[in-house]
């Protein structure tokens, strides 16, 4: 079993086929393509709906933590309208993670 590159867990180990080890993170670098955005009452508590306009996959909710580790501790209900965070583009995902 493996995660695919789109998956918050695509670098985290399986430990006897079963259980997820402990998680490495996926880190996301500051590029200066990053859009400075706050939080909508569109996207209140849903990172997947955003992620799913910026880059028409809604499993992609979890880089947006990794980009603002410090802003969205808890990537679910720290995503509350008037955050502001820094959105990576397409390209950068692209880039860094593969996808």
Request: glycine share 4%; net charge negative; charged share 15%.
């Amino acid at each position: 079993m493996s995660y695919g590159t789109s998956s918050p867990y695509y670098t985290t180990g399986i430990v006897s086929n079963q259980f997820l080890d402990i998680m490495i993170n996926r880190p996301l670098e500051k590029n200066p393509d990053d859009i400075y955005w706050a939080i909508t009452p569109t996207y209140h508590l849903r990172p997947d709906m955003l992620a799913f306009d910026l880059y028409n996959d809604s499993k992609l909710w979890w880089v947006f933590a990794q980009r603002n580790p410090n802003t969205l501790k808890d990537p679910m209900f720290d995503f509350v309208v008037g955050t502001e965070i820094y959105l990576p583009t397409s390209s950068t995902l692209t880039q860094t993670y593969g996808i």
